[in-house]
């Protein structure tokens, strides 16, 4: 099919340039309520995403028009060839300033072998079934339900400079809600896990600290009216908290000034008292379903430190936009490694502080700095005695407030991004409800 | 004009029927969805065009059999004479791979009544009639006059998306097909002035045609001026107020707060409260709320759903009462209820479930200057960001971009932004006081079910006075 599409693409004579991306997807799903299969699914799907490319003059600049579309596995060759016609009639009024396609290289590093693919997909779901529910032992708590599904994705990208490159991958997602129940209402949180490896301990484990954070919950109190007050952040919150620090460092975020960082600009400001943050993407981060040896323009991936010690030292960027730019591509890399700080996490919890737990929905808005949350679970230390609490949200900008932040020793690993355990920030705004 | 059904689902039609009848021989329950989705995304900002197929365009099959137990479904996108024994091989030695030491749940049968119908949606203008050419074209005018505006935009979006949506259900007793045409346009506003920066944006949608984009024509000084204000807003002092909802903050609540919370699928979970309180008083007497495929036309409106249940009207709550929940099939049949059509699959490669369609307020007698004027000290909530629900527990957040400050009755100009909005479900329900006598629905977002499963639904209602806690 590739070669079909690749074809017909050569023959088209308006077109300066194209990529072809094919997917393949074979997936076993399971549905669990309780500790029963409620349903189970699988899928073989074939895609095929094409984009084509048209070079220009136009007074004296120098111009790419370009339009991605789909072309499926169903379709005949006239359906293709119209398909690939209508893109190329699209790309001709696309007047973006010139950039190159990416060009191939000698080699390119590969993300280490999944055990997943030692065996069969139905057999890893069995294996990841017994390891989710090994904890689920309590009487008053455990997994009210459970969604399981395990992808094995083979990733083909060709393009017409002569990049062509090849990979295979498996996503795995476990998506569960644990309960708790005391005298009063059963409470319940929601989890997800996104890996590429079997990891039982990890699976375990993290169904292990729900049901323990439900039953802190179950007997939370309300959030007390705190005004401005220290807070934690932890585990996810800390992860999407630091996506601000990858967001205004995309190259394309710089060109279409969204962020107004600059290379060697202090990002946290001139008077930092707490920790600087330095930020690492590194394409092999282990057990990430991002981890790729290329990007989605095949442009060969290798770690790269873009902030260090608080100094913005480069821009994330794919080909396009380190063109616009005139700096050195880096593609694009989807694992997040920030380095932890100056103090333990028992350090940083002897003043008193509210410690979030869960959110709602932990928002971090990446074009304004602004942060909230709804507090499903915190701990709240008075300085005498710690109370778990519910209820009202957290708010704050982080641009007021990561001159003054500390981040943890202690590091934290989920899917695509290894950090702090712990984030500490004064004067946050909490709305209790007490 | 009408929306054209798909050619090659017409094509397909034969196939399936012959998949359907080979798998008829080992199973006593086949269905099979059919889709091909297709549609333009363009987006003109101040930094480049894009024009791309629409990110949910997508051609492809789901075939669900009861497997003697419960029900397996089987996903795939190519489809031939000479492949379909090795589909049918493939739902064979692919699906019920559990362990035996794994229990199962068991599911009755389907029953189906004979049926054989077919919808297809109207609209002004087709966008697939007008070149890329204009429609760049018309996009680029837009924001060229929004850029013109003012040096504090730093940069303005337009843009305009199509989905052309055809769908086929199959089975021994059905046959269904149906097309319609969504379309929304945004534009999208950043301004600066010095370190503080602003978005605020101006959507539009609909089960329309291209005849969409003339709105925002009209409305990119509006989204540029807003924009520009919003860079003297200043946090909330955390508190409870009284506020005025703008009708799409009233969608938002209905939906986070009553939507999810009904969702049936939840009910067979035990992780809905809401299970308890059917014919119990949740929200204020003069609170009403629907949601239903047939309950208004919108983004979320169609003859049938994904699992082959025509669309219905469900009253969600009458008069501050819980009266019904909205369920997809194997709920509705799980529960011993009947299905409301709301079964909803994100993609033909994923599971169908409970899922809300057009939801929203019903319409009030209050005037909106008879609201405004009640307000001694509050705001006005506008401009959805995100919501999350929690159907277990009834607390709600919801993240809007602006409160506009009221002081006796009137606009003072002071704006506050971002706005958390969080609380109780019920006590905010029941503290509703004032309804407005006008319904909007807004369908430009997605609704997901916890952080994935992506579907289309619309929201709104009129503007309602409550008494909220801001953070």
Known sequence: MLERIRKILMNQNDITGFKICETKVQSNELFFVKKNVDMDRAKSVHHFKVTVYIDSEENGKNLTGSSTTNIHPTMSDAEIEEAIKETAFAAKFVKNPYYPLAKPVASYETAPESSFAKETLPYWMNQITKAIYKNDIYDKGGINSCEIFLNKIETRIVNSEGVDVHNVEYKCMVEFITTWKEDGEEIELYRCINCSDFDEELFAEEVKNMITTCREKAVARNTPALQTFPVILTREAVRDFCSYYTAKSNAASIYNQYSTWKMGEQVQGNQVKGDFITVTLDPFLKNSVHSSGFDSDGVALTPVTIIENGELKRYEANTRYAHYLSVAPTGSIGNVVVKGGSKTAEELQQEPHLKTVAFSDFYMDELTGDFCGEIRLALYYDGKSTIPVSGGSISGNINKLHHEMYLSKELWKDNNFEGPLMVKLLNVTVAGIE | ?471
């Open chain 2, 1 to 471: 004009m009408k929306t054209e059904k798909s050619e090659f689902l017409a094509r397909s039609k034969p196939l399936v029927r012959k998949l359907i009848d080979l798998l008829s021989e080992d199973y006593k329950y086949v269905s099979v969805l059919g889709t091909d989705t297709k549609g333009k995304s363009y987006v003109v900002s101040k930094t480049g065009t894009e024009v791309n197929d629409f990110m949910f365009a997508e051609r492809g099959f789901v075939v669900r059999v009861h497997n003697g137990v419960n029900y397996s479904e089987y996903s795939f996108n190519e489809i031939s004479e000479d492949s379909l024994t090795s589909i049918v091989d493939d739902i064979k030695t692919k699906l019920n791979k559990v362990a035996p030491e794994i229990s199962v749940n068991s599911y009755d049968l389907v029953k189906e009544e004979e049926l054989c119908d077919q919808f297809f949606s109207e609209s002004q203008i087709n966008p697939e009639s007008i070149s890329s050419e204009t429609i760049i074209e018309e996009l680029t005018k837009i924001k060229d006059a929004a850029c013109a505006l003012s040096d504090l935009v730093v940069n303005f979006s337009v843009s305009f998306h199509s989905m052309h949506v055809s769908k086929i259900f199959m089975s021994k007793k059905k046959d269904l097909e149906q097309s319609y045409l969504i379309c929304q346009a945004m534009a999208i506003c950043v301004a600066r002035r010095e370190n503080k920066v602003k978005e605020f944006y101006y959507p539009l949608s609909g089960m329309k045609g291209y005849e969409i984009l003339a709105d925002l024509e009209g409305a990119y000084k509006q989204t540029v001026e807003e924009c520009i204000k919003l860079l003297d807003a200043e946090p909330v002092k955390p508190g409870e107020y009284e506020v005025i909802c703008s009708p799409d903050i009233t969608g938002l609540i209905a939906h986070e707060a009553f939507g999810h919370g009904v969702e049936m699928d939840m009910f067979v979970k035990e992780r809905a409260k809401g299970a308890e309180y059917i014919d119990k008083r949740v929200a204020s007497p003069i609170t009403s709320m629907h949601d239903g495929a047939a309950a208004a036309t919108h983004v979320s409106s169609y003859l049938f759903d994904d699992e082959g249940t025509i669309g219905t009207d469900t009253v969600v709550i009458k008069d501050g009462i819980l009266k019904n929940g909205i369920s997809d099939l194997l709920s509705a049949l799980k529960l011993g209820t009947t299905p409301t059509g709301n079964g909803k699959r994100q993609s033909f490669e994923r599971k169908a479930y409970a899922r809300m369609t057009n939801t929203f307020f019903e319409a009030g007698n209050d005037t909106y200057d008879d609201m405004l004027a009640s307000i001694k000290y509050g705001y006005q909530i506008e401009g959805m960001y995100s919501g999350m629900e929690d159907p277990k527990n009834w607390g709600i957040q919801c993240i809007a971009v602006l409160g506009r400050e009221i002081v006796d009755g009137k606009f003072t100009g002071r704006l506050i932004s971002p706005v958390v909005m969080t609380g109780f479900v019920p006590d905010l329900l029941q503290s509703i006081t004032m309804v407005s006598d006008q319904v909007e629905l807004d369908g430009c977002g997605y609704c997901g079910k916890g952080y994935k499963e992506l579907v289309k639904t619309s929201n709104g209602g009129p503007y309602i006075k409550a008494r909220v806690r801001l953070g």
